[in-house]
């Protein structure tokens, strides 16, 4: 009877220990409440769309570090801080020796000695004062211009020669429809017309980082009554001048601009490995924070792109400080992503926590917040050995339906640690229409997918950690750089509708226009010539602004329309061709 009452016990206790590793192997879901309201501290109004090296970037950097100190984790970046600094721009800013005044009538040829006239009176020379009455432009040739002021309306250089003068021009975006033009148009019809200097006349000075465009003459904005102090003692001002003419007023223009270089950072936290014999290698889990920020006067919140993977991250990094793997977690929360991939790329070139090559996995979440029944997309299930059947165990485990890719190479940051020779696995819940537009809001987040999606990524965190370490695969996919990030997704169309250009726009520095960051193989972009740092000026009837403005004209156009293209290189505008293609 004693020995049926020990085996009765210990099988009790072999049961319970049976048990206990049963819920240990298991973790428990991630919270999606907690997961959306970091969504939803991250979208908030004072975020500004978390643009890299914008305040609002800096305030999402600083809300993040925060959160992983609370959770326990060490600081892995720069100086024992959280941070990871780069350099994302050169901006143009203001120099010393800007000027802008008028010096006096301007020259004459002689007529016969006694026809000539006496000359008039014009007050002392005064100089403008810079920032306020105007500024030069950020993309501005530099140097100094001495000319006869030329008034030309709105860009109407058939009533006026301009030739060696200095245009004075109205604002596009004052005039009439049919004679807008953007800023850069007008730089352009200056230096067509031979001009040495063109200033626009703004209501508001715009700011030099905002007109950094390059384009190869002196050109800069200037306030309607600081038109009028140049004019005075002519017998023209601002309000006289309805028609194109000569004014007489002889102006010196000098520009002087300073480059100032803008950074921004990686936010990275890690929390020690628990196997003495391990520890020394790491697991790497990584989102981009940053977005689009602000254009014009649309602010770009980025809930799914990509305050959804950086929720998702935070919240594995809170799980797993309670329960620390194996090998040593490093938490990586990248900007700079959405002007090409910057800060992942930095961050393998200068690993802060640890060198690349005891990086045994890299796991990166880009855009989980929309999962809404749908499959999950898992790339790079080849990269590593046995990544495929650990993804889809783990994925029935959690109870999702995986859509597995095997390449470790895609438009997000797990790109440039595959291309170091790290196995990577990337998760996608899908695109749709809100993609990169001001719609991309909390209140359309899918908080129990990402749930599901958090869970998916701790059971494969602690098997990776845990097990033995993956052989790495080069796994190369499509050559498309960032181009799903610069044109319309298919969603936000009719199917098949489309118009494809397959370029990616680079908008690190603010400028006007579209500045390119890359072009996709293959594409309408490339058959036509374009490059990346092209500055895309006008397509079709259209001066582009910006990147809206881009998107915006081609979701009014199919493939297959030929449209004439203007565009900028080192300076130089060129006019071409191009035939939209179909989005692939």
Not at 203 to 212: F, K, Y
Not at 226 to 252: F, I, N, Y
């Amino acid at each position: 009877m004693t020995r049926r009452r020990s085996g009765s016990a210990s099988f009790a206790l072999l049961l319970a220990l049976l048990l206990t590793t049963t819920v240990a192997a298991t973790p428990a879901r991630l919270d999606p409440a907690e997961l959306l309201a970091d969504v939803t501290a991250l979208t908030a109004p004072e975020m500004e769309g978390r643009g890299s090296a914008t305040p609002g970037g800096d305030r999402a950097a600083r809300y993040i570090a925060d959160t992983l100190a609370r959770a326990g984790l060490r600081p892995g970046g720069d100086d024992g801080t959280f941070f990871q600094g780069f350099p994302v721009a050169q901006v143009p800013g203001l120099g010393p020796r800007n000027a802008l005044e008028s010096t006096g009538p301007a020259p004459r040829a002689l007529p016969a000695p006694r026809a000539l006239p006496a000359p008039r009176a014009l007050p002392a020379p005064r100089a403008l004062e810079v920032g306020r009455a105007w500024t030069p432009h950020g993309g501005s040739a530099t140097g100094e211009a001495v000319g006869e002021l030329v008034f030309v309306g709105h860009d109407d250089y058939a009533g006026v020669n301009a030739h060696g003068r200095i245009a004075l021009a109205l604002s596009g975006a004052s005039g009439p429809p049919a004679a807008r033009a953007s800023r850069l148009e007008q730089v352009i019809a200056a230096r067509r017309a031979g001009a040495r200097a063109v200033l626009i006349v703004d209501d508001a000075l715009p700011a030099v980082t905002a007109t950094g465009a390059p384009v190869a003459i002196l050109s800069g904005s200037i306030g309607r009554d600081a038109v009028d102090a140049l004019l005075a003692g002519s017998g023209h001002s601002l309000a006289t001048l309805t028609a194109p003419t000569a004014t007489g007023v002889s102006v010196r223009l000098r520009v002087d601009l300073a480059t100032e270089q803008r950074r921004a950072a990686n936010v990275i936290g890690v929390l020690p490995g628990t196997d003495p014999a391990l520890a020394g290698e790491a697991m790497v889990i990584g989102a981009h924070y940053d977005h689009l920020g602000r254009e014009g006067g649309d602010v770009y919140p980025g809930a799914d792109d990509n305050a959804s993977g950086t929720a998702v991250v935070l919240g594995l990094a809170r799980s797993l400080a309670a329960a620390p793997p194996a090998r040593t977690l490093v938490v990586i929360l990248f900007a700079g992503e959405e002007i090409g991939l910057v800060g992942s790329d930095y961050h393998v070139r200068h690993p802060s926590a640890v060198p690349v090559e005891r990086m045994v996995a890299m796991l990166n979440f880009d855009m989980v917040g929309r999962l809404e029944g749908r499959r999950l997309l898992v790339g790079g299930v080849d990269t590593g050995s046995r990544f495929r059947a650990l993804v889809e165990a783990a994925a029935t485990e959690a109870g999702l339906d995986v859509d597995l890719r095997p390449a470790g190479t895609g438009p997000s940051d797990h790109t440039r640690f595959h291309g170091a020779g790290v196995p990577v696995l990337f998760f996608h819940s899908g695109s749709h229409a809100d993609y990169h537009r001001p719609s991309d809001t909390a209140d359309r987040i899918d908080a129990a997918g990402m749930a599901r999606i958090a869970h998916l990524g701790r059971l494969l965190v602690t098997r990776i950690a845990d097990g033995p370490r993956p052989v790495f695969a080069r796994v190369p996919g499509a050559s498309r750089g960032r181009a799903e990030r610069a044109e319309p997704r298919p969603e936000a169309r009719g199917a098949g509708a489309s118009a494809f250009l397959g370029v990616a726009a680079d908008s690190r520095a603010g400028w006007d226009g579209v500045r390119l960051g890359s072009i996709v193989p293959g594409s309408a972009a490339e058959r036509a010539g374009l490059q990346a740092g092209d500055v895309l000026v006008r397509l079709d009837e259209t001066g582009l602004q910006g990147f809206s403005d881009l998107r915006a004209l081609l979701e009014r156009h199919r493939p297959g329309e030929t449209l004439r293209l203007v565009y900028l290189r080192d300076g130089l505008d060129h006019s071409i061709s191009v035939t939209l293609g179909a989005r692939p």
